[in-house]
């Protein structure tokens, strides 16, 4: 979350800032900001809100020069307003800051005592302010960088310039991105490689406590204990089509839609259909070692190992804790020899599972990661990287990220069960069979998308939904009722279905609607009956089930959406899609801004 980008270009740049920060928008839409230094003067322009008012506002009052900063906002210290807004101007200085400084108060009490003045509510105006004070007593910009960055706690990328110096960007990173790209006379900074997609292929990515000196003619990196040190250049391969809407009106729409195609993708890197065999990538871990797996990860990531934990525990007889992130760390778990680590996450940057992975490596645990982002941090960091290849996920909600990471926790349970000699070759090869069902058994659930848009209308005027599910549905039922609330406001539960009588059954009246996820299978009665004590006391529930669940349930539903027949391993990947076609479409009947949902940023890069 925040964005970031700088440009050292041959000519203006505020406008392709502006276009760097449309493609990193996703990570924060508080406000906004652009700074070149020209002239020997910082100009500035910042708005609230959307980046589209600063792009008006520029509209209307060029902002000339050739080296500039700028940043989208997804604000953790100080409200959303235009003061808080970044690029921050301190004296000479003038940066921009993705992360959490979290000892700033304590170097703002200190700065405030030596008469300083702050114009922000922001942890990075002191920052700023550390580094300005450095340059008044006579610093170079490198050697005051150098020396304000050790004094910073917590997490940071920084893109800072000086009046002084129209030709240096210096950019500084510790548990958030930041990348360098290359091109030609003019070089960049910026979060990721999609925010420089436009301007360069060719990207290095700074490690953990990097800093750099960014100028026209080149790129000096130094690590974090100040020796200088080359990162390899790679070529990011990703081009200004892969973050368009298409025919779609949201990116939302379009990444449910990307769905069978993009867990084709990445189921076919994990099974031979030819041998009838699932594979991981090449390991010289021994999986057969593992005697309990510890996952963690946050938010619908974490609903995936909740899943996992009923698929490992069922095929390979292997123990599974499942932690949100947050909460992991600071419980003290308990980490055994043989325990396998493995984190979850889209963008491979979230910080809360970035620490919980780093924690476990500390422990000595062996580290797997289920990750969409090749380049990120988790997947550099791990022992054992499992790609998703969902590409570029960029509606904040998740869609397709959850499914490939589905996808690929089913094939890490099969591996897993086959180590542990927990699976025969003709049940691994009928599991395999089912996997490859999965795309075409998303396209039939995708059919029903219009069946889904029509009854959006009866839930979007609810004020509370639950969901309901049992086995590896629960989770699902969990991730409905996350998505629900993200991108319609709408206040909603998951639920075991058998834990209901324990006390939400309470909740119910007419008013509340119920979405039970229902495949027919071992689990598929007593599901109905939870079910039904719903009903009995009025509440209206719309059942999505296969054909045979419905004939047998569907009676006396407010409506119900009929998923084909699919084994129950896969039951929760194709189910997935009706639960987020419906808050999508519950969303856009409410008229939120779908995309973009109010206090939420994509990419959590703080604790
Ligand atoms: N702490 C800074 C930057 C916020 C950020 O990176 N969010 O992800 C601020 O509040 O402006």
């Not at 691994?428 to 039939?444: D, I, K, S, W, Y």
């Not at 834990?499 to 939400?504: A, F, I, Y």
Request: charge should be negative.
């Amino acid at each position: 979350m925040c964005g970031i980008i700088g440009i050292l270009g041959t000519d203006d740049v505020a406008e392709r800032l502006v276009e760097g920060l449309r493609r990193l928008e996703y990570r924060g839409y508080d406000s906004a900001g652009v700074a070149t230094v020209h002239d020997g003067r910082i100009e500035r322009q910042r708005a609230e809100g959307k980046l589209n008012n600063l792009a008006r506002k520029l509209g209307q009052e060029h902002l000339p020069g050739h080296s500039g900063i700028a940043h989208t906002r997804w604000a953790t210290h100080g409200a959303p307003t235009e003061d808080n807004a970044h690029p921050h101007i301190i004296g000479d200085v003038v940066l921009v800051h993705n992360g959490i400084i979290e000892n700033f108060k304590p170097l703002r009490d200190e700065l405030l005592a030596e008469g300083r003045t702050f114009n922000s509510q922001t942890d990075t105006e002191v920052v700023g302010h550390l580094v300005a004070r450095e340059v008044e007593r006579g610093a170079s910009p490198e050697a005051a960088v150098k020396a304000v960055l050790p004094r910073l706690h917590g997490a940071f990328a920084l893109a800072i310039m000086f009046k002084s110096d129209p030709d240096l960007i210096i950019g500084a990173r510790l548990g958030a991105p930041l990348v360098v790209g290359y091109g030609e006379g003019e070089n960049y900074l910026g979060s990721d490689a999609i925010a420089l997609a436009p301007l360069t292929q060719r990207i290095a990515y700074l490690d953990e406590g990097d800093w750099a000196m960014v100028r026209r003619a080149g790129v000096q990196i130094f690590d974090k204990d100040n020796n200088p040190v080359e990162r390899p250049i790679t070529l990011s391969g990703i081009t200004g089509a892969l973050i368009d809407k298409g025919n779609h009106r949201h990116f939302m729409q379009k990444e449910i839609y990307e769905q069978p195609v993009v867990v084709a993708q990445t189921l076919s890197s994990y099974l031979r259909t030819l041998e009838a065999r699932v594979a991981l990538p090449d390991m010289e871990f021994d999986l057969g070692s593992v005697e309990r797996v510890a996952i963690v990860a946050c938010g619908t990531a974490s609903y995936v190992g909740a899943i996992g934990k009923y698929w490992i525990e069922q095929l390979a007889r292997v123990p599974v804790e499942v932690d949100v992130a947050s909460e992991f760390r600071y419980r003290e778990p308990v980490l055994g020899p043989n325990t396998l680590g493995l984190v979850i996450s889209q963008s491979g940057e979230t910080a809360d599972t970035l620490a919980a992975l780093r924690h476990m490596k500390a422990c000595g645990v062996t580290t797997a990661g289920i990750i969409n982002v090749p380049t990120s941090s988790m997947a550099r960091e791990v022992d054992l990287l499992l790609p998703t290849h969902a590409g570029p996920e960029i509606g904040v909600a998740s869609t397709k990220a959850f499914t490939c990471q589905l996808a690929v926790m089913a094939a890490l349970s099969a591996n897993l069960a086959r180590a542990k000699g927990r699976l025969e070759a003709a049940e691994e090869a009928r599991l395999v069979r089912h996997l490859t069902e999965v795309p075409a058994a998303m396209n039939a659930a995708l059919s029903h998308d219009a069946e889904i848009e029509g009854m959006a209308h009866t839930i979007a005027g609810a004020r509370d939904v639950l969901y309901l599910g049992r086995g590896p549905d629960y989770p699902l039922a969990l991730e409905g009722a996350l998505k629900l609330k993200e991108i319609s406001y709408i206040h909603a539960e998951g639920y075991a279905a058998g834990e209901m009588k324990h006390g939400p059954i309470a909740l119910i009246d007419e008013s509340v609607p119920v979405i039970v996820i229902a495949p027919s299978g071992p689990l598929f009665e007593k599901t109905v009956s939870n079910m039904q004590e719903v009903q009995a006391r009025g509440g209206k529930v719309v059942l999505i089930s296969d054909a045979e669940g419905l004939a047998q349930a569907g009676e006396g539903a407010l409506a119900t959406i009929e998923m084909p027949k699919v084994h129950p391993l896969i039951a929760p990947l194709v189910y997935a899609v009706p639960v987020q076609l419906l808050a999508y479409h519950v969303a856009v009947a409410k008229g939120t801004d779908v995309d973009q949902p109010r206090n939420l940023a994509k990419s959590v890069t703080v604790e």
